[in-house]
């Protein structure tokens, strides 16, 4: 459960963390260096998620979180 959201899947973590960082399919697509037409198909479910995009979506998360702390000090 994430802020009261309850959280079925990874692909609804991984829209959730998309629609929370402000991002459309491509520019989210562009971000972790995928195509928008995979991002989508894994979104809607056609392809499941593979290690490498884990760890893409990993990169980008400690990406954005090392800005945020620099946005702290």
Known sequence: MLNGIQID???EALIIIRKRCGLSQFQFSEE???SKNY???IENYRVP??????GKI??????KYSL?????K
């Open 9 to 11: 899947s990874d692909v």
């Open 32 to 34: 972790i260096g995928v």
């Open 39 to 41: 991002l989508s198909d």
């Open 49 to 54: 998620i593979s290690s490498k995009f884990r």
């Open 58 to 63: 990993e990169d980008f998360l400690k990406y």
């Open 68 to 72: 945020y702390v620099k946005e702290l």
